[in-house]
């Protein structure tokens, strides 16, 4: 056997000294292997890859426990600049990994630290920026690049050092399908000489490549550690539990093993499971597709109701600059579920702040916001109270010290009497299971628990119309579906929402009607079931159909046994 | 083209190290600064114009365009400065209009004329700086020509990235704040009040980037040797130091022929 690139044994780290960030961690890393790492969102993972590199704890103060043997050698005892020479990291955030304001620059940066002549640097840095396909924007701002080739220079930039062992956290997390796309080829591409750690939760595209997992559990103990297939088998309870994304392709098959309706092996991917279903013929396997598909594709077909939004010929720009948006004509009718997609920088953000009234508008462009009785407003502060809008960063709408008077905020504003304002708030704080957290700072809950509050505090407000930028973003699969099923029950009181999103496994499930934007303009406005058929448009505007439904209509359509 | 931003193109200027162009831009605002007659004064501007033309090869007319709304605080500074000017301490004043107990004289108009042309100067040799110094380029050439610590050189080019994202996001927390009906009064008072609740977001993230890009910047191997290499190659040339002999030979030509035929004064007391 090979002798392993890191070996944990019973390794533990703590912050304070008393309270464990992870525990319990054994595995044998071997060279060229891909490791997945796997875990409930607050559950240590990116502080277990920090101490790989040594940044825990030779930045970043930490206690370790047990042994964390890089190559034989303990890594406490090793220097940065050793260790910068074994392990690469990429970040989640395209935005706050940069120290440089150009692409070759960036990506030559780790070969300057490592104080290596200029023609080598030069000659390591293109042959990186070939290899993520973006050797023609090497003088390019890193500012102008979209989030996907964003991670692709960061992914470059450690490509360049030449380091065997890569760790990528949560590389995909805050890109749109198509970066998602970019990023998960360029991993896959990966030479097998490199040893892969990531950790991810989007993993649809490339659950396949993994070799093993390491689950933790949501206090930072290992549950698990072992081949990728037998650890989805084994613990897809604990998966479920814990609120971790299983890949839709390997869950459906393992829910029909659960009704003895037996595939061979464990397909991952959409190939696999295409074999799969050709070679055990079992026409069960269709039927059960079909009803997951079904469950996944929300029917559109509901009567025309009175509008809600109409937008007329909607054209703009920010200070006379290019045009953001051009030309666009659409109504949201009343109690509809409206998926607004497209990729980053398409004018999404744009076309739903000026849906709220926050930007002018100049003739003829023209957005009209119907009141029940049918009335017309278009000013902004008599739309705010009529429409509620919840933006992207939670951060960036809290307003008050603490959570109880963030809930109530809205609602005090709205002259509310004292006890409606306190039972309605003690009611949203107990659907959210926020209760005990009532009196902590908006800023002191966790990533997850943000997003919720900033969602709650409009939803509070009982508005009939909601926007809302990416709601779901960066939440695990528990508190999305949490935060998807409270919208949905919105919905269902006759309440129209508007959401953006990248995630299409929430267009398909949720939303009756798509609009796609492409460059400015509305390339698509139809029920979203219509949408799987357009595959032009699905790969032009970064869009993506989730792996199942593609399966359907790849071998369920035409099925003949 | 923005107004006080950096321009991307090659020309002369474009060319020249960053530390030397600063050092010499900085000498040539300091001398500036005890000329005393608004016609040496306007030789500056005029040398500074000229070599934004033909070595930097801007628009020079754009560039006057864009600063049309500072004309108006030019204006202001020079009839301050006119007002200002304390006629009693000239030996012999020429008087030239008389408002009330208001004496203004020839010296005075000379005066204001000066500092409103320094002010001009001062902005024209910024723009010169700014708008052809590579940002990059300019905190490389700190760290190796003038001995900038690379922990602020590049912890400041990182920061550099992060202040239109600062931007953004203010307008981001105004609009959210906005639509959930907070105050929007527009009282001083009120306004300090916002700020206060503004800068807590504003804070918490970009505490948040820092530390992340402190940390992707370690991982990355950040001084873990002393001696960093550079891919850029920033240093002090040849063509540099030809172009700093030929621009002092310029400045020091102009004050000769212009002390040659008594224009030019020195200092503050010169106008007595």
Redesign the interface.
């Known amino acids: 056997m090979r002798d392993p690139v890191i070996s944990i044994r019973d390794f533990s780290l703590s912050y304070d000294g008393k309270h464990k960030v992870l525990e319990g961690i054994n595995a044998d890393i071997l060279p060229s292997e891909r490791l997945l790492v796997l875990g409930p969102s607050g559950c240590g993972k990116s502080s277990l890859m ?1 101490c790989f ?1 040594g ?1 825990i704890p030779n ?2 103060d930490g206690r370790l426990g047990g042994n964390l043997l890089l190559r034989g050698k303990d890594i406490c005892s090793m ?3 050793e260790l ?2 074994e392990v ?2 990429v ?1 989640q ?1 395209p ?8 692409v ?2 960036e990506v ?11 023609d080598e ?2 000659a390591g ?1 293109t042959d990186a920026l070939k290899n993520v396909g973006l050797i023609g924007h090497a003088d390019e701002l ?2 102008r690049l979209s989030g996907g080739m964003k991670q692709r220079v960061a992914i470059a ?2 490509l360049a ?1 030449d380091q065997n062992i890569l760790v990528f956290d949560e590389p995909t997390s805050n890109l749109d399908p198509e970066g998602t796309r970019q990023v998960a080829g360029i991993i896959r591409g990966m030479p097998r000489s490199k040893t892969l750690i990531v950790i991810e939760h989007k993993l649809d595209q490339f659950i396949d490549i993994f070799d093993k997992i390491l689950l933790l559990s949501g206090k930072g103990s290992m549950i698990a550690y072992g081949p990728t297939r037998e650890i989805l088998k084994k613990y897809l309870k604990q998966f479920k539990d814990m609120g971790i994304w299983i890949p839709q392709i390997p869950r459906f098959f393992l829910r029909l093993k659960e009704d003895n309706i037996g595939t061979d092996s464990l397909p991952l991917n959409l190939d696999q499971a295409r074999e799969s279903i050709k070679r055990s013929k079992e026409a069960r396997i269709i039927e059960a597709l079909d009803s997951q598909v079904q469950k996944r594709i929300k029917d559109g077909s509901r009567p025309k109701n009175a509008p809600a939004v109409k937008v007329k010929d909607l054209s703009f720009s920010f200070n006379a600059g290019e045009p953001v948006l051009e030309d666009i004509t659409f109504t949201v009718g009343k109690g509809d579920f409206v998926g607004l997609v497209g990729p980053n920088g398409s004018g999404k953000t744009t076309l739903a ?1 000026l849906m ?1 009234g ?1 930007y002018g508008l100049k003739p003829p462009s023209e957005i009209d916001f119907f009141l029940p009785d049918g009335k017309i407003i278009r000013e ?1 502060d008599k739309i ?2 009529k429409c509620g ?1 919840v ?3 939670p ?5 008050e010290e603490n959570v109880f008077d963030e809930l109530a ?2 609602l005090k ?2 002259k509310y009497g004292q006890d409606a304002i306190k039972s309605k708030t003690w009611d949203m704080l107990g659907l959210l299971g926020l209760k005990g957290l009532s009196a902590s700072s908006p ?1 002191n809950l966790s990533q997850g628990q943000k997003r919720k509050l900033s969602v709650a ?2 939803l509070i407000m009982d508005h009939d119309l909601l926007i809302l930028d990416e709601p779901t973003f960066g939440l695990d699969f528990a508190a999305t579906t949490m935060l998807m099923e409270l919208l949905s029950d919105y919905n269902r009181k006759g309440k129209t929402i508007i959401i953006i999103t990248h995630d299409m496994n929430i267009i398909f499930k949720y939303t009756s009607r798509v609009l796609v934007l492409y460059k400015g303009r509305l390339a698509f406005d139809r029920p979203t079931s219509q949408l799987i058929d357009h595959t032009q448009l699905i790969s032009k505007a970064s869009l993506e159909v989730p792996p199942l439904i593609k399966l359907f209509k790849e071998v369920g359509e035409h099925a003949v046994f | 083209m923005q107004f006080f931003d950096y321009v991307e193109k090659d020309s002369v200027l474009h060319r020249i190290n960053p530390s030397l162009k600063l050092l010499l831009i900085m000498a040539l605002m300091f001398t500036v600064t005890f000329v005393y007659d608004p016609y040496t004064t306007f030789g500056f501007a005029l040398l500074g114009m000229l070599q934004l033309t033909v070595l930097a090869r801007l628009p020079v007319l754009k560039i006057f365009k864009m600063m049309l709304p500072l004309t108006l605080m030019l204006a202001a500074i020079t009839i301050t400065s006119i007002i200002a000017f304390d006629v009693s301490l000239e030996q012999d004043p020429v008087v030239v209009l008389t408002i009330g107990n208001f004496l203004i004289s020839w010296a005075s108009i000379m005066f204001g004329l000066t500092i409103g042309l320094r002010i001009f100067c001062f902005l024209i040799y910024s723009i010169m700086f700014v708008a052809t110094t590579d940002p990059t380029d300019f905190i490389l050439s700190l760290i190796l020509q003038l001995r900038l610590s690379p922990k602020i050189g590049f912890g400041t080019l990182a920061g550099y990235r992060f202040v239109p994202l600062l931007g953004a996001e203010y307008q981001n927390i105004h609009q959210a704040h906005m639509i959930r009906g907070s105050e929007q009064r527009q009282g001083p008072l009120q306004r300090i009040k916002r700020l206060k609740r503004y800068s807590v977001p504003l804070l918490v993230g970009a505490i948040r980037k820092a530390q992340r890009v402190a940390i992707a910047m370690d991982s990355k191997g950040f001084l873990a040797y002393r001696d960093r290499t550079y891919l850029r190659d920033v240093r002090i040339k040849r063509s540099d130091i030809f172009y700093l002999v030929i621009i002092l030979l310029t400045y020091l030509l102009l004050l000769a022929i212009l002390t040659h035929y008594g224009i030019t004064l020195w200092g503050y007391r010169s106008l007595r």
Do not use: C, W
């Open positions: 920090l590199n940044i930045l970043i220097q940065v600049n910068t020479r690469g990291i970040f955030d935005e706050s990994q940069f120290s440089m304001l150009k070759l620059d030559a940066f780790g070969l300057e630290n490592l104080a290596k002549p200029r640097i030069l840095s890193l500012s930039s450690i050092m702040k709220i926050l902004r705010s109270k809008y933006f992207q960063n951060e960036h709408q809290f307003i905020y809205g504003i709205a800023f505090s409009i």
